[in-house]
């Protein structure tokens, strides 16, 4: 079989089997009360014009981003079962499996860090939606910390293991970091996981984005040779996909912690495998002005005597908090992110990341 329909195969059972598989997962959810918390503390203050804003969505599913973590499992353990079968299938079907997609070479980093952090934060979410925690959930330093450490564990990962210590920027500049590549790694990880997180508090807000993300990445891998992660790009978009049939407005149920942290995380190891974190930067630039929000409007509330500069963080709230619909918000941050990631591949295609 060829390598473009084994990715594209793949992408379209991912959307189907989420197909399939969320509606009795939402069931599963609702039936055991694992909504969603509309909260109203801030970490500094109190979030009441969010509460007001968002007082609909109380008990709504979280953790929705776990189907999207096990149909990449489900999808993980039947590419080594079909490996497995290979002869039997040649001789039956006509056509040679080539590869599982657990690969050491390809996938073992990218998937290692979706299950671990998607575990992590299964945890998080759980405790929230059950109010467990004097903070309904893992303290902010928790989470934080554990954060640090799993991106401390890739960035040595990359730095000593894989030896890659430089980053290639448009023009066929080359930036040597040596052992600066480690903080550096872990700030792009640690920020860019945070920022998906933070984008994700509107109805298929960070799944849209996040899906344009995974299809650019699936081409770079493609186009580098690493048809089994572009195969894995390509699943989770296919994923993403069926998740986003159920969590546009209204939303059945939400991605939570799970999985906008998990899937921001991957997206920077994928970023770094294929020596395109400025690519990352550029299709990325909804998360940054996401997370800058949020630190400009903490730094202004503590140092300017609780003034704050938007009417509510991050930025997308503002813009519900001034009068757009939720749909406007959604719609014109995808249009946005499409863009971005029209203009992130003229950046790999164009100036010389290919």
């Not at 995974?214 to 690493?226: E, K, P």
């Not at 690519?279 to 202004?300: A, K, N, P, R, T």
């Not at 406007?328 to 946005?336: E, Q, S």
């Amino acid at each position: 079989m060829g390598d473009l329909p084994f990715l594209l195969i793949y992408s379209l059972i991912a959307f189907f089997l989420g197909f399939l598989l969320i509606p009795p997962y939402i069931r599963f959810l609702n039936r055991h009360k694992l909504g969603k918390q509309i909260r109203e503390e801030a970490l500094i203050g109190k979030a009441l014009e969010f509460a007001r804003l968002h007082k609909a969505k109380m008990w709504v599913p979280s953790m929705g981003g776990g189907i999207i973590l096990f149909v990449v499992f489900v999808l993980v353990i039947f590419s080594i079962f079909a490996l497995s079968l290979n002869s039997v299938i040649q001789e039956y079907f006509g056509f040679a499996i080539r590869y599982s997609l657990w690969n050491r070479n390809e996938t073992y980093l990218a998937l290692g860090t979706l299950f671990t952090v998607g575990a992590i934060w299964l945890i998080d979410d759980y405790m929230n939606v059950r109010e467990i925690g004097r903070t309904k959930g893992l303290s902010a330093r928790v989470k934080f910390t554990l954060l640090m450490l799993f991106a401390w564990v890739g960035a040595w990962w990359f730095y000593y293991k894989l030896w890659i210590h430089e980053i290639s920027i448009p023009f066929f500049w080359v930036l040597p970091f040596w052992v600066g590549y480690i903080p550096l790694f872990m700030f792009i990880m640690v920020g860019t996981a945070n920022a998906v997180n933070f984008t994700d508090g509107l109805d298929g807000l960070a799944g849209g984005l996040l899906l344009f993300n995974y299809i650019v990445y699936s081409y770079i891998c493609y186009d580098q040779w690493l048809m089994i992660l572009a195969t894995i790009c390509l699943i989770i978009s296919g994923v993403l996909i069926a998740f986003l049939w159920f969590n546009i407005k209204p939303a059945q149920f939400f991605m939570g912690d799970v999985g906008s942290l998990s899937l921001g995380a991957t997206l920077v190891v994928v970023a770094a495998m294929t020596d395109t974190l400025i690519v990352l930067m550029i299709i990325g630039g909804i998360y940054i002005v996401e997370i800058l929000s949020v630190i400009l409007q903490l730094l202004s509330k503590r140092f300017r005597n609780g003034k704050k500069i938007f009417r509510i963080a991050p930025y997308h709230h503002h813009l519900e908090a001034i009068g757009w619909s939720e749909e406007t918000v959604v719609m014109r941050l995808w249009l946005i992110g499409i863009i971005l990631s029209l203009a992130g591949l003229i950046v790999y295609l164009v100036m010389g990341l290919s």
